[in-house]
């Protein structure tokens, strides 16, 4: 499924210019997400770069950020001290996600708690429903957070560590990094489950970047529902837009969708691409072509 761009504006009241933030996602992989996230960070001046893709974050490959911080991304827990806890199951009943189980004691055996961290999301509400106040909450690390620059551009990333499933919450971690003083680019997960719409949410104006394939055409449309059903409106970018036949052109021109930007399948983006070098710092034409497509996006945000 495929990517998205998508762009949040903020009203800079004292110097009365317009910022904005963008988040690239790709619901399928492969599309060319992280490629055209770089690129388009690189074209533009007072920049910011979130990689919120945190199952597999490797802007950096291509960005060669200086990490001058790492912070841990913590969530909250239940922790049951079992010398108050009578196993009366009232939080195993309000946990909407099953992670508490309660084995009630017996005449021959004592009551167990059971807890699942890994399905925790962190809503207190055990806390709160526990008669015997036998329940508290403590921090549980499910991965880190990396701050740094490369040049005039600020970066932040999210690393979900191995075995957790909870990137919706590291990723609304990263995002509180954003900086409202500068344009800012989001590199998303891909698909179209949770994380990417943690991502895009609360945004003005996303950008589908898809390909020219049957299988690119099937996730874009899947990616222009729920675009349609946050109401958050969007514009394209066609990559390798010569690959195939024009069916991409034909759903947007169908569909009154915008297409922002096409980019052709090069071999020199691909050799570029293969030693890790952002293809507009050798071909800066596609700089000016990255420029024009923030323009157009300004204008129909306007």
């Not at 399928?28 to 199952?55: H, I, P, R, W, Y």
């Not at 291509?62 to 990490?67: D, G, M, Q, T």
């Not at 919706?168 to 989001?186: A, D, E, G, T």
């Not at 010569?242 to 071999?267: A, H, K, Q, T």
Request: aromatic share 8%; hydrophobic share 40%; net charge neutral.
């Amino acid at each position: 499924m495929l990517p998205i761009f998508c762009i949040n504006k903020i009203l800079i009241n004292d110097n009365n210019m317009n910022n904005y933030v963008i988040s690239i996602a790709s619901g399928k992989g492969g599309t060319g997400k992280t490629t055209v996230a770089v690129n388009f960070a690189l074209s533009l001046n007072n920049v910011q770069f979130l990689d919120c893709d945190v199952e597999e974050p490797n802007a950096n490959l291509f960005l060669n950020a200086a990490i001058s911080k790492t912070i841990d991304a913590l969530i909250s827990v239940p922790k049951i001290d079992e010398n108050l806890c009578n196993y009366c199951g009232k939080c195993q009943e309000v946990c909407q996600y099953k992670s508490l189980a309660i084995i009630p004691s017996s005449n021959n055996s004592k009551g167990i708690v059971l807890t699942f961290p890994h399905l925790c999301h962190s809503c207190g509400a055990c806390v709160y429903i526990c008669p015997k106040t036998a329940i508290e909450e403590v921090d549980k690390k499910i991965g880190e957070i990396e701050i740094g620059n490369r040049g005039d551009i600020l970066f932040a990333s999210g690393k979900l560590s191995i075995g957790e499933i909870m990137s919706p919450y590291l990723i609304k971690q990263v995002k509180k990094n954003i900086n409202k003083s500068r344009n800012v680019i989001i590199d998303a997960p891909p698909g179209t489950s949770c994380p990417v719409i943690e991502t895009v949410k609360h945004t003005d104006f996303c950008v589908l970047v898809t390909e020219p394939t049957p299988f690119g055409l099937n996730d874009l449309i899947l990616a222009v529902d729920v675009l349609k059903k946050l109401k958050i409106p969007f514009g394209v970018v066609i990559n390798r837009s010569d690959i195939w036949n024009n069916m991409i052109n034909m759903y947007c021109n169908e569909e009154n969708i915008p297409i922002l930007m096409e980019i052709p399948f090069d071999m020199g983006i691909a050799r570029l691409y293969s030693n890790g070098i952002p293809f507009v710092e050798k071909m800066p034409h596609y700089k000016q072509e990255f420029i024009r497509m923030f323009e157009q996006i300004k204008r129909i945000l306007e």
